[in-house]
């Protein structure tokens, strides 16, 4: 059988990636971030998708010259099909269409929560066994998607519990925000919260029933308390930041942990990973840690590069897809909301 290079294209949020996958084994992956959103503490839908327009033609030249191929030799084009803010996935849609019609090739749709959780599908090499056996169940968490899904094939998933208001990664940004502290929240209040004391402060914990989240009580909980104490003392967060990083992560990971244990306990599947872009939070790593001493689970932590969007995830799926012949049409729409 001749050799399957899949091209994956993501362009579901603020990154613009491309990857090359041989076999299924990876030989390049570039992204590149857009610094402008920073400016306004969060994603501007418009300029994503002009940032998009920039970035991906140089983007995808540079993951095949980088794999050491020409286009020619493709054999498929895979894209994030949703979910994600339209303007933004239309460029990459629009995109892999033209590309794949260029070059004569097939063209996957594939689902960018899937694509998240296939992170873990990765191989950097012929002997790369580091991927969890099925079925699994994996903590998605993301800036936009906070979930618990029981994975039994790449192409069988379900979703066991999920937020019903903000994710875990908005939220986290959401109050770094407030505390003044730049965009994206999540890295920064990672820095600091490993510096800071977990238990300096509570914040009300939601009580959902079922394996199901919510962090907007949270949030709403974490303003108002900050608000009272910048009232009293002006330097509050200048003071007390750390603090009150440790806090939230604390809080954050301990409610993610607990709907996590519940879903394993009710499951009886031990092999647990996560995915996302919270997944690089090493608060939630160590709790993960934690959990496989004390528990007995068989984790899975993805590499940082894998955690956040990548074009990677996107082009394991398009491999997988591609060998149960699963293709889409050339009108196949962009879709913002979808689930598995
Ligand atoms: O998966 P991702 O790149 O985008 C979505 O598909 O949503 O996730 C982005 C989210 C952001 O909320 C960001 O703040 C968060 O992941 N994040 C982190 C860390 N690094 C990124 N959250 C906590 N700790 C981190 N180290």
Redesign the pocket.
Known sequence: MSDIYILGIES????TSAAVLKNGVLLSNVTASQAVHEAYGGVVPELASRAHQQNVVPVVDQAIKKAGITKEQLTAVAFTRGP?LMGSLLVGVSFAKGFARSLGIPLIDVN??QG?VMAHFIKESEDDQHCPPLPFICLL?????SQIVLVRAYNDMEVLGQTIDD????A??KC?KVMGLG?????????LARQGNPKAYQFSEPQIPGFDYSFSGLKTSFLYNLRKWVEEDPDFVEHHKEDLAASL?WTIVDILMKKLRLAVKQTGIKHVAV??????????RNAFQDHARRYGWTIYIPKFSY????AAMIGIVGHYKYLDGEFCPIDAPAFSKVTF
């Open positions: 579901s949020c603020d990154d994600g960018h929560l998240h968490v993301s800036g936009g998607n994710a875990a990664g908005e986290i940004d770094s965009y994206p929240g999540g890295p920064i209040i990672d820095r992560e995915a996302g872009g919270v997944s690089a939070n090493n608060g939630l955690t956040t969007d990548n």
